[in-house]
């Protein structure tokens, strides 16, 4: 996957608009799991596997976008000071050998400069886009939580194991109307 400016803004933006999507289908899944329909329970279990890697993925996302801002700010202070780079990273490499050379480097300094707070500016809103539908994704993990208890104890809504999800769930549900 080529990481770019837009990598976490998208990865994030799709994991909050798939959310009702996602608790659509988990609902008529478990709705047709309950109906003993054939493929209702690994339609469920897909579909929450899916959001899971998609939230997952978000996240990594916003991870190697401030890891790869980390690296050219990196970058663009070894061609700043001279330093000696004492990482691995062939980029550091060569902007050690580039200032050693002497070359004008304040042009690419200030282009790596401006590269790393792209990416940092992308992760952050990515990261606020996550955070701001916290409430949302909270919900729907424990929906698909809830759902998960209920097929395992063949839908019996009175027993304690299910009751406790179902009240963590309508919390979540609760707690997530609240702040809208």
Known sequence: MQLTQHTATRA???????VGFIRQQLDSASRAEQ??????FEQR????AKFKHDQDRAQRAIDDTRAAATRYQ????VLRSGGVSVSDDPLHKRCADLHRMGGPTD????QLDAIAKTANDAADRAEDRLNGAEDELRVTDAMADYLAALA???FDKSNPAVRAKHRDYMAWKTVSRGRK
């Open 12 to 18: 994030a933006k799709s994991v909050v608009k798939s």
């Open 152 to 154: 395992k104890h063949n």
């Open 74 to 77: 990196r970058a663009a202070n």
């Open 35 to 40: 109906d003993g329909i054939q493929g209702a």
């Open 45 to 48: 279990i897909k579909a929450t």
């Open 107 to 110: 042009q690419l300094a200030d």
